[in-house]
C-alpha cells in the first residue's frame, strides 16, 4: 500500500507540474461549450422582424401582436415601404421581414386570399433559412386560426399541418451537443492522456524501472488513471454548470444516475487509452491513433454532428460500435427527458458489455507486453 | 567463493530467431562482471531474463539466491538496476526521485530521510535537492541514477550501458562509485560499449550472436589473444559474427 501511495504522489505531480497541459485539459470543456453553443449556432433567438405593411389593418395587427408576443421573435421597426428593407439588413438590424400586401385584412376576408411575403437576409443562408421556416411556422397558425374562424360551424376549414417539437420547441441545439460535449471531452481526457502519459513512461525508459521494480503491474495502471479519474471528475462538473446555467439545459432527470453512466463511460475510455498503450511506442504514434482512431469516428459516427438516422445502412451499423454513441444516447434521455434507469437499460447493457471485452483485453495484452 | 549468479543452459527464442544461444556463466560476490557483446549479439535479452522481466525458453539458474523462473518476483526485491536510457523522472525534483523510488521499494519515511541525506553529501549534491532532475547535467545525473538503484541495498546492480554519451573523465568518476559499492560486498553486473570500462572489470564475457565467445579477466584475455588492449580482444571476437543487428 505504501509503494501505491508513493506512486500516486508522483502521478499527481507529473501532471500538476505539466501547468499547460493542465490548463488545456481544465478549459477545454469551457471553449468547447462556447464553441458549440455560441459559434456553431443552429437555433434561432430573438430574430428581429420588420414589418412592412398597414398596421391599422386589424388583421395584420394581430399577427403582429403575435409575432410580438412570441419567446423567439421580436419586432423590430414598422417600415413604410419595402424598399426600405435592404437598408435594414445592411445595417444589420433586422434579420426577416414581412410584408403584407395592400387590404390584406379586407381581401383575406372575402376570398379567403392575402398576400404575405417573408424576405429573409440571404447573406447567412443558413440562419437565414431557419428563420424564415420559423416565422412561416408562425404565419401558419394565425392562418389556421383565421380560417377555423372563417368556416365558422360547419369545420371544414383549409386545414393547414402544425409541427409541434417537444422538448425543444425552439430545437436549442445546446440539447443536442451538451451530451455530446460530454461524451468527447471524458473521451478525450480518459483515453488520449491515460495512453499518452503510459507511453511516456516507455518512451523515456522509466517504464523499464518501474517493471524491475517489485511493485505489481496492476497498481502502476491504477495510480496512472487515478488522477485522470478527477480531472474528468471536474471537466464533468464544469460542463454539467455550464449547460444549466450558460445554455440554459435542464437536467430533468437524477444527478446520481447520470453520475453513474458517466463512470462507467469513463471506464470504457480508459480501456480504450489502455490498449492504444499497448499498440503505441511513441507519444506522437499514440497522440495520432487516439485522435484519428478515436476522436474522428465519435465526432463523425456518434451523432453529435450529423444524426445516426439519416447515415447510410453501413455507417448506421458502424456507428453501433461506437462506445460513445451509446454513452450520449443515455445522456440525452437522463438530461432531456428525464428517464429512469429503466428506459436505458438497453443502451446501458451494451455499453457495460463493450467495457468488459475492452477491459478484459487491454489488461490481458498489458501483460503479455510486459 | 559464493556465487550471487549461476546461470546454466540459458536459451531464449523468438520464433525461429534465436536471441540468447546455451549460455552458461557464475558471477561471484563482491566482483564488476562485464557483460560485453555488439549490438544484437543478445545480451539485453540475456541480462532482461536475470532481471525477471522474461521467461527463458529453457535452461535456467539463480540470482541472488532465487529462481529465475520461478521467482522472478523476489529476485525483483533484491536487486537494483540501473538502464541505457538515463531514467528517472525529469519533472520531478531530485529530493523526490529519491523518494518515490525508496518508496516504490518499501523502504519506511525513516529511511528513506536518512538515505536521502546519506546520498546527497556522499554525491556532493547536496545544494541541488529542489532542483529538477532536468536540470542537472547528465553526468550527475547518470550518478543520481546509480545512488537511487542502490537505495534498497540489493545485493546485485545491472547496469546496461549506464555511461552512455559522457567523456572519459566523467566516466571515471561514475566507476569511483562502481568501485565504492563492491567494496560493500555489491556485485555489479555491466554492461558496455566502451573497452576503457571493460578494463576496469574484475571479469569480462563477451557475446557474440547469442554465444559466450570468451569469458576471463581482461588480463588474461589479452594475453591469449596476444593483444595489448580489449578493444583488439572485442574487434577479433566480434568480428567472427554472421549475424545483421
Known amino acids: 500500500m505504501k509503494e501505491f501511495a508513493a506512486f500516486v504522489r508522483k502521478e499527481f505531480r507529473h501532471i500538476l507540474r505539466d501547468k499547460r497541459t493542465m490548463l488545456i485539459v481544465l478549459i477545454m470543456p469551457v471553449v468547447q461549450m462556447i464553441l458549440f453553443g455560441y459559434a456553431v449556432r443552429t437555433e434561432i433567438e430573438h430574430a428581429r422582424v420588420d414589418i412592412v405593411g398597414d398596421v391599422s389593418d386589424p388583421e395584420v395587427r394581430r399577427i403582429v401582436d403575435r409575432i410580438d408576443n412570441n419567446r423567439y421573435l421580436d419586432i423590430n421597426e414598422i417600415l413604410p415601404s419595402s424598399g426600405l428593407i435592404a437598408s435594414s439588413f445592411e445595417k444589420n438590424k433586422a434579420d426577416v421581414a414581412i410584408c403584407f400586401g395592400q387590404d390584406f385584412g379586407e381581401r383575406l376576408r372575402k376570398t379567403g386570399r392575402g398576400s404575405v411575403k417573408i424576405v429573409g437576409d440571404g447573406s447567412d443562408p443558413n440562419s437565414a433559412q431557419m428563420i424564415v421556416n420559423y416565422v412561416m411556422g408562425v404565419l401558419q397558425g394565425e392562418q389556421a386560426d383565421i380560417s377555423a374562424e372563417l368556416s365558422g360551424e360547419d369545420g371544414t376549414a383549409a386545414f393547414s399541418p402544425s409541427v409541434q417539437l417537444m422538448y425543444n420547441p425552439a430545437m436549442k441545439s445546446a440539447y443536442n451537443f451538451v451530451p455530446g460535449v460530454m461524451g468527447l471531452i471524458l473521451m478525450i481526457i480518459c483515453s488520449m492522456m491515460t495512453s499518452v502519459s503510459i507511453v511516456r513512461e516507455k518512451e523515456t525508459g522509466t517504464m523499464e524501472l518501474l517493471l524491475v521494480s517489485p511493485v505489481r503491474p496492476m497498481w502502476i495502471i491504477v495510480s496512472k488513471v487515478l488522477p485522470y479519474l478527477l480531472v474528468s471528475t471536474i471537466n464533468f462538473i464544469t460542463i454539467l454548470v455550464l449547460s444549466r446555467y450558460m445554455m440554459g439545459v435542464p437536467l430533468r432527470g437524477s444527478l446520481l444516475l447520470l453520475s453513474g453512466v458517466a463512470v462507467l463511460f469513463v471506464v470504457t475510455s480508459l480501456s480504450l487509452g489502455l490498449l492504444i498503450s499497448v499498440v503505441a511506442s511513441t507519444q506522437k504514434s499514440a497522440l495520432l491513433l487516439s485522435g484519428m482512431g478515436l476522436m474522428m469516428p465519435t465526432v463523425l459516427l456518434s451523432g453529435i454532428i450529423f444524426p445516426c438516422e439519416n447515415m447510410p445502412g453501413i455507417l448506421q451499423c458502424l456507428s453501433h460500435l461506437i462506445p460513445a454513441k451509446w454513452f450520449i444516447i443515455m445522456v440525452k434521455k437522463i438530461m432531456i427527458q428525464g428517464a429512469g434507469f429503466p428506459y436505458i437499460v438497453k443502451e446501458f447493457s451494451i455499453l457495460a458489455g463493450m467495457t468488459a471485452f475492452l477491459l478484459a483485453v487491454s489488461v490481458k495484452k498489458f501483460r503479455i507486453r510486459l | ?245
Not at chain 2, 130 to 136: G, R
Open chain 2, 1 to 245: 567463493m559464493e556465487n550471487v549468479i549461476e546461470i546454466h543452459g540459458l536459451t531464449k527464442k523468438f520464433g525461429d530467431f534465436t536471441a540468447v544461444d546455451n549460455i552458461s556463466f557464475n558471477v561471484r560476490k563482491g566482483e564488476i562482471f562485464g557483460f560485453l557483446g555488439a549490438n544484437g549479439a543478445g545480451k539485453t535479452t540475456a541480462m532482461r531474463i536475470l532481471c525477471g522481466l522474461s521467461i527463458p525458453t529453457s535452461g535456467g539458474g539463480t540470482v541472488a539466491g532465487y529462481d529465475i523462473v520461478r521467482e522472478p518476483e523476489k529476485i525483483k526485491r533484491h536487486i537494483g538496476y540501473m538502464s541505457q536510457k538515463f531514467s528517472l523522472y525529469s519533472d520531478l525534483k531530485v529530493w523526490e526521485n529519491i523518494r518515490l523510488f525508496g518508496g516504490i521499494y518499501g523502504l519506511s519515511d525513516k529511511q528513506i530521510a536518512s538515505r536521502t541525506e546519506e546520498m546527497l553529501s556522499g554525491l556532493g549534491m547536496e545544494e541541488v535537492r529542489n532542483s529538477f532532475v532536468s536540470s542537472l547535467p547528465l553526468g550527475w545525473k547518470q550518478k543520481l541514477s546509480f545512488s537511487i538503484a542502490m537505495i534498497h541495498d540489493p545485493r546485485i546492480v545491472f547496469l546496461d550501458e549506464p555511461t552512455g554519451g559522457v567523456d572519459p573523465e566523467t566516466r571515471r568518476r561514475f566507476w569511483e562509485l562502481i568501485y565504492e559499492a563492491t567494496s560493500k560486498g555489491v556485485t555489479v553486473f555491466v554492461t558496455t560499449h566502451y573497452m576503457d570500462e571493460a578494463e576496469y572489470c574484475d571479469r569480462v564475457s563477451i557475446m557474440v550472436d547469442g554465444r559466450i565467445e570468451a569469458l576471463d579477466s581482461p588480463g588474461e584475455l589479452k594475453r591469449i589473444y596476444g593483444v595489448s588492449d580489449m578493444d583488439a580482444v572485442f574487434r577479433m571476437l566480434a568480428g567472427k559474427a554472421r549475424r545483421e543487428e
